[in-house]
């Protein structure tokens, strides 16, 4: 089989001021015409700077190859001047980016960014661009090209942006395309679409593809090889049967056995250590709760639209669905970040929406919010000691400076980190680790209801795991409550009680964890469950055939079907 791909003991290094840093310590893998292979491992490990290496995309310096080769087409990739590269950039070689709305010029349209590659690589008019700009357009699934051509990347979802790279990455036809986790801030039907969609481009067209994520079951779902980064290191390399039927290396069994599985049963729930008062009574009740937006020009988004559920004491009760379904606003207005527009919200029976600026702050002691972004959401110019400090500081909960610092550090060792992490700043944190410290900021004030607004997303499959083990023993602790928005059901299924889902600002499905996976009613919920990757190679092949079957208008990636619903809920049955 033609080798199009070949990295050969390939290192590379940071140099920063005082030392030098090696990202890459001596790979070695190849690539075969029309072949997926799947390059996983955790944050750090290496896998995006691998990628960026083949592209020759690092910033150099401080970046640069200390040895190996990169033989593409028979060329030394790494040997190529910038501007030798620029030539295959776009036309040999295609990239999707993880983060589509930093990686999209906003000053710039959609049609224009695509048709820039046409121009620069395939000799095209400014014309002639255009009208094959839309054509791709149609080819990723984007309705409208002639319109759509025109606007700009804030005008779309993030699944149509993710699309949008995709379109940029394959204008040229490359003979590689390197997707560097394309599915990690989509929700599972929106992944699902846009896994379709590579494994069509790549029928079509014979493109070879390196996946870098770290799903597993989107590589059991996509992939013929897989490479297990570790440390700069592969630590292992085989097929995908032969990975996930009979993994070597510990640290590839340690992956695989952090991800949660649909079709394994919930532990019984951890009693708490100390009994919770009324545990029959809500201690949270929504109800008939709405937030309108007002866009102006006589347009409203009804974000959230007549709502209504209830939260016992000690309860965790999941909120599931895609992206502008209304999961985050719900939080937001439950916690008054936004004023609701009707509707109450009862916290121990105590109206929420009628306590004044002065009341509201004395309640925000009883309700916390753990927020999605561990990046965007701790203040990078204060240190993890100020950062929890400050919410003690509001509240008046500590006399002087000495129990100030006393009760950070005793908050850290809680949530699993050192004392001394008081006087770091949150970008010498890793993703997990500044979640922790998220944490860590919620519970100073020692609430009983926290809004765990999508806690995971941003968090490799094991610091996944982690995070939830840890949300878990402080409920136990301390009797805590969770509203635990998410669009990962797999991991919603282990921690939630009960499971409620979100569509188009209403909730379509509400039920105990366990009926609502194993007998989903709603037509919207059993295609959230069939979107699921399973991380099975041989279950995903065969939800690979029945995905690729014949389509319709009104199911165009063939999600409702009951066959991918049996499966992705642990119930296959051949049929």
Not at 207 to 216: A, F, K, N, P
Not at 384 to 405: C, E
């Amino acid at each position: 089989m033609e080798k199009i791909l070949e990295v050969s003991d390939l290192h590379v290094a940071f140099q920063t001021n005082d030392r030098e840093v090696d990202a890459v310590r001596g790979i070695s893998f190849d690539l075969v015409k029309g072949e997926t292979l799947g390059i996983v491992g955790e944050s750090g490990s290496g896998k995006s700077v691998t990628a960026r290496s083949i592209m020759r995309l690092l910033p150099s310096p401080p970046a640069y190859i200390k040895q190996g080769t990169v033989t593409f087409l028979g060329e030394n990739l790494a040997h190529k001047t910038e501007k030798e590269m620029e030539a295959v950039r776009g036309r040999d070689i295609g990239m999707i980016f993880q983060d589509p709305m930093t990686s999209l010029n906003p000053t710039l349209s959609i049609g224009q960014q695509i048709a820039e590659s046409l121009i620069k690589h395939q000799n095209m008019s400014p014309a002639e661009a255009e009208k094959q700009a839309v054509e791709i357009l149609k080819l990723v699934g984007i309705r409208g090209g002639n319109t759509r051509f025109h606007q700009y990347p804030h005008e779309f979802s993030g699944g149509m942006r993710q699309r949008v790279m995709i379109a940029i990455a394959i204008a040229c036809e490359p003979t590689l395309l390197i997707a560097d986790e394309p599915t990690t801030a989509l929700d599972v039907t929106i992944q699902a679409q846009i896994l379709n969609l590579m494994r069509d481009i790549q029928q079509r067209m014979g493109t070879s593809i390196i996946l870098i994520t770290h799903d597993l079951g989107v590589v059991a779902g996509m992939c013929d090889r897989v490479a297990v980064m570790k440390q700069g290191e592969i630590v292992e390399t085989g097929t995908t049967e032969e990975i996930f039927a009979n993994p070597k290396h510990p640290y590839t069994q340690k992956l695989l056995n952090a991800l949660p599985h649909l079709d394994e049963k919930k532990k019984p729930k951890r009693q708490p250590l100390q009994p919770v008062a009324n545990p029959n009574e809500p201690l949270l009740e929504v109800k008939a709760l709405k937030q309108h937006f007002d866009m102006g020009k006589g347009n409203t988004v009804k974000a959230v639209d007549d709502i209504s559920f209830f939260i016992r004491p000690g309860e965790t009760l999941g909120l599931v669905g895609e992206s502008g379904s209304g999961k985050s606003t719900t939080g937001r207005a439950i916690l008054r970040l936004h004023e609701p527009t009707d509707g109450q919200v009862l916290y121990e029976g105590m109206s929420v929406n009628r306590l004044s600026k002065k009341e509201m702050k004395t309640m925000r002691r009883h309700m916390q919010m753990i927020f999605q972004d561990p990046y965007s959401s701790l203040n990078p110019r204060m240190k993890v000691l100020d950062i929890i400090g400050q919410a003690l500081d509001l509240h008046k909960l500590s006399p002087n400076k000495t129990a100030r610092k006393a009760r950070v550090e005793e908050l850290l060792e809680l949530v699993g980190l050192d004392k001394s992490h008081a006087f770091r700043y949150p970008h010498e944190f890793s993703g997990g680790q500044r979640q922790r410290i998220g944490i860590a900021r919620a519970l100073a004030v020692k609430p009983k209801f926290i809004v765990c607004d999508e806690p995971l997303s941003a968090l490799d499959v094991s610091i996944q795991a982690q995070i939830v083990e840890l949300l878990e023993d402080l409920q136990q602790r301390f009797g805590l409550t969770y509203l635990f928005i998410a669009h990962d059901l797999s991991m919603v299924k282990h921690i939630s009680d009960r499971v409620a889902v979100m569509y188009g600002g209403k909730i379509v499905e509400l039920a105990d964890s366990e009926e609502l996976y194993s007998n989903p009613q709603h037509a919207y919920t059993k295609s959230l469950l069939s979107a699921i990757p399973i991380p099975d190679p041989e279950i995903e092949s065969q939800k690979k055939r029945i995905l690729m079957a014949e389509r319709t208008d009104d199911d165009p990636y063939n999600l409702l079907n009951s066959q991918l619903v049996e499966i992705s809920a642990g119930h296959w049955v051949a049929k």
